[in-house]
């Protein structure tokens, strides 16, 4: 019983370092940006591309679509960040 009291516990203390640690809206935005700055992300078109930022409490979610795509999709958790571009489009010859 105790074991399960401390694990409680540290899951709790987990979850509010998680939700004050957080990245904002702010934060995704500048990612977004340096990584379109790099060249590594396309810059989506200013009449299709779109955005959108979620707040899961502890996580937060960041995408970045143009032409009806993922361009680009970052998660953050502990002020870090894991972004995923999208794939590289494949060209059929024929």
Do not use: K, N
């Not at 899961?56 to 894991?82: H, I, K, N, P």
């Amino acid at each position: 019983m105790r074991a399960f009291l401390v694990v409680l516990v540290l899951l709790g203390l987990l979850g509010v370092a998680g939700y004050f640690t957080r990245p904002s809206h702010g934060l995704h935005r500048g990612i977004a940006t340096a990584l379109m700055g790099e060249g590594r992300v396309p810059r989506p078109d200013a009449a299709t591309g779109r955005w959108a930022f979620d707040d899961f409490y502890v996580l937060t979610r960041s995408t970045m679509q143009a032409e009806g795509r993922d361009v680009l999709q970052c998660w953050g958790a502990f002020t870090r960040f894991l972004c995923t571009g999208a794939p590289p489009q494949v060209t059929r010859a024929g």
